[in-house]
């Protein structure tokens, strides 16, 4: 088990350009959330997946964001046409569907837009 | 729809004294409710989840927090602290019986433990 791992840890883009983030849940974990967290504020929650399956996501989440679980493993977190008010930490978590209230979170992707 | 009031944005605290952060939560069901712990540079990790049975919940590195539904607060406190407790601390509530599991984070509480 090596935890939750996010693919970078930063990334820094000009206003209008699309960016990508990785995250890696933990193997046997089947739900896997998406949470933005800005300064000086708690996490907020974007979206979650059963597996494969997007099943909710937050009126957060315009329609510049996408999220994509494929293989029901990884998740990928595109955000197109960047702002500056994209600029947040992005935080990955996963736990089992028996136990959704324990989640493990990763270390999150730090973006900023110029 | 819920929400989670941390009432301090600051603890200081001296090394050794005992601390108590504060946290109240709005819902009109029944709810869950937890506390995370974030390091610098480091992802959330659950101290403790208050699901039901007893209203004192004991969690990890000595920490505790008690479920009041009458004054709809989940203060957390530990009895004497350490500068490794330096932190930030989110208290975060979800919906009783719900299959989603998206939490509702408060805006964070920054403990500072002084030696």
């Known amino acids: 088990d090596t935890g939750v791992s996010q693919n970078p840890r930063h990334k820094i883009t000009k206003r209008g350009q699309n960016v990508t983030f990785r995250c890696d849940p933990i193997s046997e974990h089947n739900r896997l959330y998406w949470y933005r967290q800005t300064l000086g504020q708690g996490p907020e929650f974007l979206t979650y997946?059963?597996?494969?399956?997007?099943?909710?996501k937050s009126r957060l989440l315009s329609d510049r964001f996408s999220a994509e679980r494929p293989k029901g493993s990884f998740s990928t977190l595109e955000i197109q046409r960047t702002e500056q008010g994209d600029s947040a930490m992005y935080l990955c978590?996963?736990?089992?569907?028996?136990?959704?209230?324990?989640?493990?979170f990763g270390p999150g992707t730090r973006l900023t837009v110029t | 729809a819920q929400s989670v009031t941390q009432l301090d944005s600051q603890v200081p605290v001296f090394e050794e004294a005992p601390v108590e952060l504060r946290c109240n939560y709005s819902?009109?069901?029944?709810?869950?409710l937890f506390w995370y712990v974030q390091y610098p540079n480091q992802g959330l990790q659950l101290l403790l989840k208050y699901l039901s049975g007893s209203t004192l919940v004991k969690g990890i590195n000595g920490f505790e927090a008690e479920f009041n539904k009458s004054q709809t607060s989940f203060h957390l406190r530990k009895p004497s602290v350490h500068i490794s407790d330096t932190a930030e601390y989110f208290c975060a509530v979800t919906d009783y019986g719900g299959s989603q599991g998206n939490l509702i984070f408060g805006k964070g509480t920054k403990l500072s433990v002084k030696p």
């Open positions: 819902s009109s069901v029944s709810v869950y």
């Open positions: 997946f059963q597996n494969e399956a997007q099943l909710e």
């Open positions: 978590a996963s736990s089992l569907t028996r136990n959704v209230y324990e989640q493990y």
